[in-house]
C-alpha cells in the first residue's frame, strides 16, 4: 500500500469520528482529546525508532496521526467554539449583521437564506440593554415587538436565564460583542424579500440553535445543519431584515458569486422559456443543482427509483465542463501550463452557480488533480485523487462526515473506482452484449457500494434502481450535454435553444417516463430497518472481498468456503437474535403530545399513542408518523407491531399513529371502549383497509405480551355512561408489569379519574415509573393520586405549548416526593431499560437536561 | 545554509507530489516506493531489452550511407525498441502519457554515465518537434526527456537552439528511401553563436534510420559545433539489421 493518502483519509475520519464519540460521551472532549493525540504520536514516534527503525515507516506514522489530530481538533475546537458562541445567545432577541452567502431558497411560505454573521448583538431583554450601549442597540430595539410571529417564544422563555447570564460573562471578558464567524439560516416570512449574494443585512429576531437528534431514528438536524456550515437558526419578518445600503465593496468571492448567481438565472431563464415546465424544470436540476422548482411527488420518483444522482451536479458535468474548454484551448495551442489554470477557475465559477455542494466539490478537486497533474506532467491516481478531495472537504468542514449527500458521492464513486474494473472483468465472461455490461460496471459497483447508507438514512432499498439506471444512463449525458448547448445558446438566440428543445424534450420525457414508471412498479422499494453497524462492516467486507481482493490477488476459494462462510454469518446473525433482551420502554420526544414504544424481553412490540400536531394532516410527508415514529420503529428494527394502543383520540395521541397503521403490519389496535362520537373513523378506516383487529378495552381488561409481561387496563370505567366522560377522561390506563418493575401510562385523565384510581380497590395503582398524565397539566397529577402511585421516576411527555405545560406547581410536587423527573422537552426522547428488578434510563440529550 | 534551505523545501515538494501522485512502474503501473528514483519497478526492470553494444548503430548506419555523410560523433541507445519498452514509448507518444519522460530520462542517464564521463559536453538538444504537431500531443517528447536528462546530468538544455523549419510527415509511416528525403533541409539552428565550438549531446526518442539524428548533427554541425553525440531511449534493432 503506497497510496498514503488513503491511509491519511482514512485516519482524518477516524479522528472526526472519534472527536464525535468524544463530544458525545464526556463534557470535556478537549481533555480527552489531547490525550489520544498526544499518546498516539507518542506510540507512533515509539514503534518506528525503537521498534521498525524505518524512517520511512516513521514519517507515515507520523502522518497518520497528524491528520487524526487536525481531523479531532477541527471537529472540537473550531467548529465547536462557533457553535458555542451562538448557544450562548439560543433564544436570545438579538441583532444580527451579516451578508448573503448563499442563493434565494424558496421552502414553503418562506425565502431562506444562508447569513456569513459578522456581529451579533443581543437586544430583547432589558436587563442586557445596559451591556450594549452601541448605536446598532436601539435599531434593534425598535423591533423588539416584531417577533410575534410566534415560532420562537417556546425557545425564548426555556433558555433566557442561561443565555443571559451566560452572555454578560462573555461581554466581561472584553471580547467581541457576542458570535462572530460562523453561518446563520434566515428564514423570511414571504417570498418577496430577494437578495443577492454578498448584500450586507442586519436582521433581528430570536436566534435558535438546531436541535440535536430528538429521537432515535430521527434527523439530527443539528449535525445537519452544521455539515453545511450553518449553527444557529432565525425566522424573521420582512420588515425585521434591513438591507445596508450601499453595502460596502464586497470581496471578490462575493463578486464572483454573484456573477455565479446571474449565471444561473440566466441559465434557468433560458430553460424554462424553451421548454414545458416538467422537462424544464428537471433540466434546470440537473444542470443548476438547484432542485427548489422540482415537484415534490417527482422528486419522490426520483428517490425511489434510485435515479436521484442525475439530479445532483458531480462528476459527469464537471467533465462536460472541462471537455470543451480543454478541446479549445488544445487548438488554440495554449500550453497546459496556461490553459488548465484558467479550466480551474471555469471550473470553480461553475460551482458558485451550483452552490459548494459536496458531490461538485468532489468532483472538481479530482478533476484539479488530474489537470494539476497535466501541468506538473505526473499522471493523476483516482483513488488518491478521491482521498485528496475527502481530505480537502473534511478539512474544509469536518461535519460534512455526517451529511448523506457526502457519504453517497464518495461511496458511490469510491466503489466506481475500485470494484468497477472486476465488475466488468466479471461480466465479460457472462453473455451480456458489450455495452450493457458497460453500463452495468458502473452501475453496479456504485449501487452495491451505497446500499448500506440508503437503508442507514433513507430506511429504503431501491431494488429497481439498477434496472432504472440501465434504462437512464444513455440518455443522462446526452440531456445535459443538450442543456449546457440551451443554455450557452438560449443567450444568443432563445429560438436557438427552443430548436434543440425539441429534441431535448424527448430525452427529458423519456428520462421523466422512466423514473415514474421504475418507481411506480411493484416491489420497486423495499422499506428496511436500519442495519446495525456490524452488519454494515460485513456487508462491506465481503463487497470488498469478491469484488476487489479475490479478483486482484486472483485468489481461488473453494465453494466450501463460501458456504461455511455463508452458515457463519448467518449462525451469528441467529445467535445474535437469540440472545434474551430485556424490557425497554421509550418515551419519544413528539412535542406537545405522547408516545411511548415498549419493547418486551421476548420481542413483543407495543405502540402507545404517537403524537401529532393539532389539525395536521397525519398522512403528509413532514407528519409527526412519517418523520418521527416510522423512522424510529425502524431505527428500532421494527416492521411488525403487536399493538398499537390509542389513549384517546386527540390529535397530538392519535395523529402519528394513523400512518403507522396504514404502512407498518400491526397485529391490534387498541382502543378506548368508551367512544364520544367519530372521533376515530379515519384509524378504524385504517384498521378496517389494513385488517387489523380493532379491540376496545375498559377497566379490567388485561393482556399477556409474551412470557412475564402483563398489561392491565384501568381505564376508562367499565360502568361508564354516554356523556359523563370528557374525552381526556376517556383516556386508556393501563399498567405494564414485568416481574417486580410496574410503569403506568395514564393519557391525559385528570383529577376525577385519579381520584377514582387512587380510590379503586380493585387495582394495585402504585408503579415503579409514571408517565405523568395530560403533560403535566395542573388538571392533573393531583397530590392524592401521585401520592398512591408513589413513582421512583416520573416521565413528562411535553413540548412546546400554549397551555403552560408541564406546571411548575406539578412539577414541584412530584419533586417533593421525591420522584426523579425526565422531560422529553429537556431530556429528548427517554429510554428505558430493565431486566424485571433495575430499572436503567437514559436520554438523547445530554446538554439540554433540566 | 540557504542551499540547506532551498534543498529541503524541494525535497518536501516532491514529497508532497508524490504524496498526491503516487509514482508507478511505467510498465506495469505497480506502485512504487517513494524513495525508487527510477519509476520502473524491480521486476520489470529485467524485462527492459538494454543494449550492451552500442558500436553497432553507428557501423551499420555508416555502411548505407557515406562516410562524409555521417554527422554525429557517436551514438548512444539505452534499451531496443521492443516488448514493454515499445508498448510504453508508444503509450508515451501517442496515448498522452506524458509522466514517462522522467523514467526514460533516469534509466538513459543512468546507463550514459556509465560509459560517457558526462563532463565533456557543454548542451544538451533534443530534436525539435513542429508546432503544428506539438500543439495536437501536447507535449514534445524528446524535449521532456531531455530537459530531464539536462537536470540529471547538470547539463543545461538548450532545445531552443533547434528549430524544426519545414513541417514534415511522421517518420515511422514512411518507406525508408522516403524518410532521408523528408528530413532533408527540416532543420535550422537559430543561434549559431552559442553552438560554435560546443560539444553537444542531441537527444531523441526512438532511432530507427537515424536521418532525423544525422540531419540534426548536419546543422549542428555546419554551425559549428565541435562534437555532436546522438542518444536515444530505444532503437529498433531489427529495422537496422535489414540495412
Not at chain 1, 94 to 120: D, T
Not at chain 1, 400 to 427: D, E, H, P, Y
Not at chain 1, 703 to 714: A, S, Y
Request: proline fraction near 4%; include cysteine.
Amino acid at each position: 500500500m503506497k497510496r498514503y493518502l488513503v491511509l491519511f483519509s482514512a485516519s482524518l475520519i477516524m479522528g472526526i469520528i472519534s472527536a464525535d464519540a468524544a463530544q458525545s460521551c464526556t463534557t470535556k472532549p478537549h481533555v480527552y482529546l489531547i490525550v489520544t493525540i498526544v499518546s498516539l504520536l507518542f506510540i507512533c514516534v515509539f514503534i518506528s525508532i525503537f521498534i521498525l527503525k524505518s524512517r520511512q515507516l516513521m514519517f507515515v506514522l507520523l502522518g497518520l496521526a497528524i491528520f487524526y489530530a487536525a481531523g479531532a481538533f477541527k471537529y472540537i475546537h473550531v467548529d465547536n467554539a462557533i457553535v458555542r458562541k451562538f448557544e450562548c445567545l439560543d433564544g436570545a432577541q438579538v441583532l444580527v449583521r451579516g451578508r448573503v452567502y448563499s442563493r434565494p431558497e424558496f421552502k414553503g411560505e418562506f425565502v431562506r437564506y444562508e447569513i456569513a454573521v459578522e456581529e451579533i448583538m443581543p437586544t430583547g431583554n432589558q436587563d442586557m440593554s445596559s451591556s450594549n450601549d452601541r448605536g446598532i442597540a436601539s435599531a434593534g430595539n425598535r423591533d423588539s415587538t416584531g417577533m410575534g410571529i410566534g415560532y420562537n417564544a417556546e425557545t425564548n422563555d426555556r433558555h433566557d436565564t442561561s443565555s443571559s447570564s451566560n452572555y454578560t460573562a462573555g461581554s466581561k471578558s472584553g471580547s467581541k460583542p457576542g458570535a462572530d464567524g460562523g453561518k446563520m439560516l434566515l428564514n423570511v416570512y414571504g417570498h418577496d424579500l430577494l437578495l443577492d449574494y454578498g448584500t450586507r443585512v442586519n436582521v433581528s429576531g430570536v436566534l435558535s440553535v438546531p436541535k440535536t437528534r430528538r429521537n432515535p431514528g430521527s434527523l439530527d438536524y443539528k449535525k445537519y445543519l452544521a455539515s453545511f456550515g450553518i449553527s444557529a437558526t432565525m425566522y424573521a419578518k420582512r420588515s425585521n431584515v434591513e438591507i445596508e445600503n450601499p453595502g460596502p465593496s464586497s470581496p471578490i468571492a462575493g463578486i464572483l458569486a454573484r456573477i455565479g448567481g446571474k449565471m444561473r438565472e440566466r441559465i434557468q431563464d433560458a430553460i424554462v422559456s424553451s421548454l414545458p415546465e416538467n422537462q424544464a424544470v428537471i433540466l434546470a436540476a440537473m444542470l443548476t443543482g438547484c432542485r427548489d422548482n422540482v415537484p415534490d411527488d417527482m422528486e419522490e420518483n426520483f428517490n425511489d427509483s434510485g435515479l436521484i444522482h442525475i439530479l445532483t451536479v458531480s462528476g459527469m458535468h464537471v467533465g462536460f465542463i472541462i471537455l470543451p474548454f480543454a478541446f479549445i484551448f488544445k487548438k488554440l495551442g495554449l500550453r497546459k501550463q496556461v490553459a488548465n489554470p484558467v479550466i480551474i477557475l471555469i471550473l470553480f465559477l461553475y460551482i458558485l452557480v451550483t452552490g459548494p455542494q459536496a458531490p461538485v466539490l468532489r468532483a472538481a478537486i479530482m478533476a484539479s488533480t488530474v489537470l494539476v497533474g497535466q501541468m506538473i506532467r505526473r499522471e493523476a491516481d483516482t483513488l488518491t485523487s478521491i482521498s485528496l478531495a475527502l481530505i480537502v472537504l473534511l478539512l474544509w468542514r469536518p461535519h460534512m462526515l455526517f451529511n448523506a449527500g457526502f457519504q453517497l458521492s464518495f461511496m458511490a464513486t469510491g466503489s466506481i473506482v475500485l470494484f468497477g474494473r472486476n465488475t466488468k472483468n466479471l461480466l465479460k465472461s457472462r453473455r451480456i452484449p458489450g455495452y450493457i455490461s458497460d453500463a452495468l460496471a458502473t452501475i453496479l459497483p456504485a449501487q452495491a457500494g451505497i446500499l448500506p447508507l440508503t437503508a442507514v438514512h433513507f430506511n429504503k432499498l431501491p431494488v429497481i434502481s439498477v434496472f432504472a439506471n440501465l434504462l437512464a444512463a444513455p440518455v443522462s449525458g446526452a440531456i445535459i450535454i443538450l442543456g449546457m448547448a440551451m443554455a450557452v445558446l438560449g443567450q444568443v438566440s432563445i429560438h436557438l435553444s427552443r430548436l434543440i428543445g425539441y429534441v431535448n424534450n424527448l430525452l427529458l420525457s423519456y428520462l421523466l417516463f422512466v423514473s415514474e414508471a421504475t418507481a411506480k412498479m411493484p416491489f420497486s422499494v423495499f422499506r428496511v430497518t436500519t442495519p446495525s453497524i456490524l452488519l454494515i462492516i460485513i456487508y462491506y467486507f465481503i463487497l470488498w472481498f469478491l469484488l476487489w481482493f479475490k479478483p486482484t490477488y486472483k485468489v481461488r476459494v473453494k465453494w466450501q468456503y463460501h458456504a461455511i462462510a455463508v452458515i457463519l454469518v448467518i449462525s451469528l446473525a441467529i445467535i445474535a437474535g437469540m440472545i434474551p433482551g430485556e424490557l425497554e420502554v421509550v418515551f419519544l420526544d413528539v412535542g406537545e403530545g405522547d408516545c411511548a414504544f415498549i419493547k418486551t424481553p421476548s420481542g413483543k412490540t407495543l405502540l402507545i399513542d404517537g403524537g401529532g400536531k393539532k389539525g395536521s394532516d397525519p398522512g403528509s410527508a413532514d407528519s409527526m408518523g412519517n418523520r418521527t415514529i416510522i423512522p424510529f420503529l425502524l431505527e428500532y428494527g421494527i416492521t411488525r407491531l403487536d399493538a398499537v394502543v390509542a389513549t384517546h383520540a386527540h390529535d397530538d395521541h392519535l395523529n402519528g399513529i394513523i400512518p403507522v397503521l396504514e404502512q407498518i403490519k400491526v397485529e391490534m389496535f387498541i382502543m378506548p371502549g368508551y367512544v364520544i362520537g367519530d372521533e376515530f373513523d379515519r384509524a378504524l378506516n385504517a384498521c378496517a383497509r389494513r385488517k387489523i383487529n380493532v379491540i376496545p378495552v375498559r377497566e379490567g381488561d388485561s393482556m399477556l405480551l409474551g412470557k412475564d409481561v402483563r398489561i392491565e387496563i384501568l381505564n376508562p370505567p367499565a360502568g361508564a355512561k354516554n356523556g359523563e366522560l370528557s374525552l381526556n377522561n376517556s383516556s386508556i390506563v393501563l399498567i405494564l408489569k414485568y416481574r417486580d418493575v410496574e410503569i403506568l401510562f395514564t393519557g391525559d385523565i385528570e383529577g376525577e379519574i385519579e381520584a377514582r384510581l387512587a380510590r379503586s380497590i380493585l387495582h394495585d395503582t402504585r408503579a415503579d415509573v409514571l408517565k405523568v398524565p395530560h403533560h403535566g397539566s395542573d388538571t392533573s397529577s393531583t397530590p392524592v393520586f401521585l401520592e398512591k402511585v408513589h413513582p421512583k421516576v416520573a416521565v413528562v411527555s411535553v413540548g412546546n405549548n400554549n397551555y403552560g405545560h408541564p406546571s411548575a406547581e406539578v412539577m414541584d410536587r412530584l419533586a417533593g416526593t421525591g420522584t426523579k423527573i425526565f422531560r422529553t422537552d429537556l431530556n429528548g426522547a427517554v429510554i428505558l431499560g430493565s431486566n424485571g428488578k433495575r430499572i436503567r434510563i437514559k436520554v438523547m440529550c445530554k446538554d439540554r437536561q433540566g | 545554509m540557504q542551499e540547506g534551505i532551498i534543498k529541503l523545501a524541494a525535497r518536501i515538494i516532491d514529497y508532497i507530489n508524490k504524496l498526491v501522485f503516487p509514482p508507478k512502474c511505467i510498465f506495469c503501473s505497480e506502485l512504487l516506493e517513494y524513495k525508487e528514483k527510477l519509476e520502473i519497478c524491480t521486476k520489470c526492470i529485467g524485462k527492459v531489452p538494454l543494449i550492451k553494444d552500442n558500436s553497432v548503430f553507428l557501423k551499420s548506419f555508416m555502411h548505407g550511407v557515406d562516410a562524409e555523410a555521417v554527422w554525429f560523433d557517436g551514438i548512444f541507445c539505452t534499451c531496443e525498441y521492443k516488448g514493454i519498452v515499445k508498448e510504453a514509448i508508444i503509450r508515451y507518444k501517442y496515448f498522452g502519457k506524458y509522466s514517462y519522460y522522467r523514467a526514460f530520462a533516469n534509466l538513459t542517464a543512468q546507463r550514459l554515465k556509465a560509459v560517457k564521463n558526462m563532463d565533456e559536453f557543454d548542451m544538451v538538444i533534443s530534436v525539435p518537434l513542429h508546432k503544428r504537431k506539438e500543439r495536437t500531443r501536447g507535449y514534445n517528447q524528446s524535449l521532456l526527456i531531455s530537459r530531464e536528462l539536462g537536470k540529471i546530468t547538470g547539463i543545461p538544455d538548450k532545445s531552443r537552439l533547434l528549430a524544426r523549419i519545414r513541417h514534415t510527415d511522421t517518420q515511422s509511416l514512411l518507406h525508408r528511401n522516403e524518410r532521408y528525403i523528408n528530413v532533408k533541409d527540416a532543420f535550422t539552428v537559430t543561434d549559431e553563436n552559442e553552438v560554435e565550438g560546443k560539444s553537444i549531446l542531441l537527444v531523441d526518442d526512438v532511432l530507427t534510420t537515424g536521418y532525423t539524428l544525422n540531419e540534426c548533427s548536419k546543422v549542428l554541425k555546419k554551425a559549428g559545433a565541435r562534437q555532436v553525440y546522438a542518444v536515444v531511449v530505444a532503437a529498433a534493432l531489427h529495422d537496422i539489421a535489414q540495412l
